[in-house]
């Protein structure tokens, strides 16, 4: 990177060889007992040290009254105490030497003045040792690579690492895509919730999951930057290496004075924050599902080479909210070729009731349980040479191996996206799941999907602009 800020190296922060646990309990119901137990039960390999000056053991593991007590080095204390206290034990932090802090205690700036002078003396404490917090008022960290997880420790989340880093400015953002997204089939990087950035702030993740080769898309939350002009450089940077999906909180006065009042941050201008996204090459959502749906979309590994969709649909009311979700994207649904509809006219023969259409979108009007994967299957293979993508509103059964197999290789002989949307979701959960994990996003709603369509087309045509292939 070229940014005049140096970032610091976060390794440690994501893979921690030791994390000791300040304010650790033996009831699982409290944060402190919840992280510990999260730890043993996520399989995390390093030393764990409970932190409680009233307990000699915790879970079978030795307890300390203090972080000056413990024997090795620290890379990560985690700190479940009340405000008042962190102060204090950020200096004993910074005396041990500890790397990083992540602080999820609240009651600081997002407070007021009384909050912002105890925040102003947890940094200046931390600084002392070269200590590095996360937070305070935040929700911490999930590192897949690490078995780490203390957003939702109380839950069990896959710890398969992946492509996606999230990084969000309010615990619930994070706790959200934490779960919805790993049940839809994402895989991530790391996650990371920061609160009110009193010291690391987003600048600081995006340089690091920027230079990250495992981190292929780059999705946040933000709701006020402490660096505006080094977060815009670094988008600049890494926009034409991998994707920056943001959604911008405070789009208006009544949500920018919630987020003063939730992290302390000063929401900004919202519409020149729009423009000077788009300039930059990042990609904008509206709301925290449509933030999902577009890390979905960027599980596909190609883009369209341009606007033409073709659809292929089971439904005559999925076609028209398909058709017309397209035109509103500023996506192309024209009729096939003729070769292409005879071929299509010729496979379907005698297999599915006379279609009205197989111009685009393709009625399928209603195919055969035991003939539906092949006739999809098919069907997609016939059209993708003449479209730039292809969604299909399918009541084939998404979760079965032939036909997840059979569309990857369609998808990868054309190097064109393919997307699917359930005909009946609440049947196929766990089909959208295996199709997303598989680089075929898959949405619940047409809509969603010709949303995700257009992004990947917006991607597609900025790269073109930078004469990148």
């Known amino acids: 990177m070229t940014s005049t800020t140096i970032a610091p190296d976060l390794k440690n922060l994501f893979q921690p060889r030791s994390i000791a646990i300040v304010g650790a309990s033996r009831d699982e119901t409290k944060s402190g007992g919840m992280f ?4 043993l039960k996520d399989g995390y390999k390093g030393a764990i040290y409970p932190i409680n000056r009233k307990e000699s053991e915790i879970m079978s593991l030795k307890s300390y009254a203090s972080i000056l007590d413990i024997p090795g080095e620290i890379d990560l204390a985690v700190m479940a105490i009340p405000g008042q206290s962190v102060p204090q034990a950020m200096a004993e932090c910074a005396q041990k030497g500890v790397k990083f802090a992540v602080v999820h205690s609240v009651g600081f700036s997002e407070l007021g003045a009384e909050g912002k002078e105890l925040e102003r003396q947890m940094v200046e404490a931390a600084r002392r040792g070269g200590t590095r917090i996360v937070g305070p008022n935040c ?3 999930v590192s ?9 420790p109380y839950a069990r989340v896959p710890m398969e690492p992946g492509g996606v880093a999230f990084v969000g400015q309010s615990g619930w953002a994070s706790e959200n895509m934490t779960r919805l997204g790993s049940e839809r089939g994402l895989r991530f990087s790391g996650i990371i919730s920061i609160g009110n950035q009193s010291d690391l702030a987003i600048e600081d993740f995006l340089e690091h999951f920027g230079n990250d080769p495992e981190t292929k898309v780059f999705v946040t939350y933000i709701e006020g930057l402490k660096q505006p002009g080094r977060f815009l450089k670094l988008a600049e940077e890494i926009s034409p290496k991998k994707p920056i999906i943001v959604w911008k909180g405070g789009s208006s006065e009544l949500g920018a004075r919630a987020a003063a ?9 919202y519409a ?8 930059k090459g990042m990609i904008s959502a509206q709301s925290l599902e449509e933030l999902m749906d577009l890390a979905v979309a960027f599980s596909s590994p190609y883009l369209p080479s341009g606007n033409e969709v073709g659809l292929l649909i089971e439904a005559g009311g999925g076609a028209v909210a398909s058709a017309d979700a397209c035109t509103k994207a500023g996506l192309k649904v024209s009729p096939l070729p003729e070769d292409v509809q005879h071929k299509l006219r010729e496979f379907l023969k005698d297999k599915i009731p006379p279609s009205p259409s197989l111009k685009n979108p393709v009625d399928l009007v209603w195919a055969p349980f035991n003939e539906a994967s ?16 292809c969604l299909t509103i399918c009541y084939a059964f998404i979760h079965d191996e032939w036909f997840l197999s059979r569309l990857e290789a369609i998808r990868d002989q054309a190097k064109k996206p393919i997307i ?9 959960r766990q089909g959208m799941f295996l199709a997303t994990s598989r680089g075929i996003p898959a949405y619940t709603m047409p809509e969603n999907a010709v949303r995700a369509l257009a992004a990947l087309t917006q991607r597609a045509e900025y790269l073109k602009n930078l004469h990148i292939p």
């Open 144 to 152: 897949p690579r690490a078995n780490l997880n203390t957003i939702v």
């Open 272 to 279: 020149m924050f729009e423009v000077a996204s788009r300039q």
């Open 36 to 39: 510990i137990s999260s730890l």
């Open 139 to 141: 929700m911490g960290i």
């Open 261 to 269: 009042s939730h992290t302390g941050s000063v929401a900004g201008n």
């Open 420 to 428: 699917v949307v359930p005909g009946n979701s609440i049947d196929q």
């Open 374 to 389: 092949d006739i999809y299957a098919t069907c997609l293979e016939i059209m993708t040479p003449a479209v730039d993508c």
